[in-house]
């Protein structure tokens, strides 16, 4: 078996912001494991919050002297990749992805079935509209057209928070999803949550910071909405520790590290009567395709990563009428469109 990897710059078709921070791209990695005629692949979006960087992945990556033996389990393949990873859980995606990938190849089975996972089960992804010029509202609604369900980025404040709502409320009437990224305080969650509550809003996710859990649980008891973890839900380690503060729980494959964690991570939030959202960083149709394969267990999916690029060298998942739809190919169903495939001879 043979590693390779390449790093590549996603463009975003609007700059995406968050209360932390805006960004025109975002820098990736994509792993390749390749063996007995088959090609797995990976991908790793890390995340400036949770420390990691393009560079740490090439560094590690260039540290890996051994491959993961193609006579190996699905399981003691994706130890190797957490062995290898050097704590970096974005890269720790990408190889065991890509390991899952090359290893459902082989199998001749698609990575649904391996997780038993209905297809014909798909939920909507929501859509995000980021942080930014109030301006270009309109012109993310119209692009959002094909999309049910909005999901928009809040935490700058009560007032212009509000403001951005009713700026989209003045467009559509669209089910609305919010996300304050961590950017409020008690105050202004508990007015926030009662306020969006008469604007067709489903839930909000991680109203504070990810160390503020007693004010959150202080909100659970005073908001009308459920609220959902997202920086407070990284592994299923978490989910004992803030169940009793959150209504359900965010799971995203660069944090946790592996789908394998993520069908825990959903087994024990069932455990916990919480709800499930799968979630995405910025990323590219290769990692949304990878989370894509555990959607059918979960209640809410905010998987559209992919749909937020201009420049998105591969083909996998797909949405109709909002509803994600998975290929039917064995493995994660990828394949790289043919204008990348002439002009990034480093994609695989």
């Not at 590693?3 to 932390?20: A, K, M, Q």
């Not at 993520?262 to 990692?287: F, K, P």
């Amino acid at each position: 078996m043979e590693l390779s990897f390449t790093s590549y710059r996603l463009n975003c078709t609007h700059p995406f912001g968050i209360s932390r921070s805006t960004n025109e791209y975002y820098d990736i990695v994509y792993v390749y494991l390749s063996g007995a005629g088959i090609t797995g692949r990976g991908e790793a979006a890390p995340s400036a919050r949770y420390g990691e960087t393009k560079g740490q992945v090439i560094k590690q990556l260039n540290c890996i002297d051994e491959v993961p033996d193609e006579s190996m389990s699905v399981e003691d393949g994706d130890i190797w990749c957490s062995d290898h990873s050097g704590g970096i859980s974005a890269l720790q995606a990408a190889l065991s992805t890509a390991w899952l990938d090359w290893w459902t190849q082989k199998e001749e089975v698609c990575l649904a079935d391996y997780f038993k996972s209905d297809k014909k089960d798909m939920p909507l992804t929501s859509f995000t509209i980021a942080i930014g010029d109030l301006n270009l509202i309109p012109q993310k609604i119209a692009e959002a057209a094909p999309y049910r369900i909005l999901k928009i980025k809040l935490g700058l404040g009560l007032q212009d928070d509000q403001r951005i709502i009713k700026r989209i409320r003045a467009e559509t009437d669209k089910l609305i999803r919010v996300d304050a990224n961590e950017g409020w305080d008690l105050e202004t969650g508990i007015t926030m949550c009662k306020w969006l509550a008469d604007h067709h809003v489903e839930f909000v996710e991680q109203p504070f910071k990810a160390d503020n859990l007693h004010d959150t649980a202080t909100l659970r008891e005073k908001s009308p909405l459920p609220l959902i973890a997202d920086e407070n839900s990284i592994v299923a380690a978490n989910i004992p520790d803030i169940a009793h503060a959150f209504d359900g729980i965010n799971i995203k494959l660069m944090k946790c590290a592996s789908l394998l964690e993520g069908q825990r991570m959903i087994d024990i939030a069932r455990n916990y009567n919480l709800q499930i959202m799968l979630g995405c960083m910025v990323e590219s149709t290769v990692g949304i395709t990878a989370a894509a394969h555990l959607a059918a267990q979960v209640d809410y999916a905010d998987l559209d990563g992919n749909l937020l690029i201009e420049n998105d060298p591969y083909k996998g998942v797909q949405v109709t009428d909002g509803r994600l739809i998975l290929p039917d190919e064995n493995g994660l169903g990828i394949v790289i469109d043919s204008y990348y495939k002439n002009t990034w001879p480093e994609l695989k």
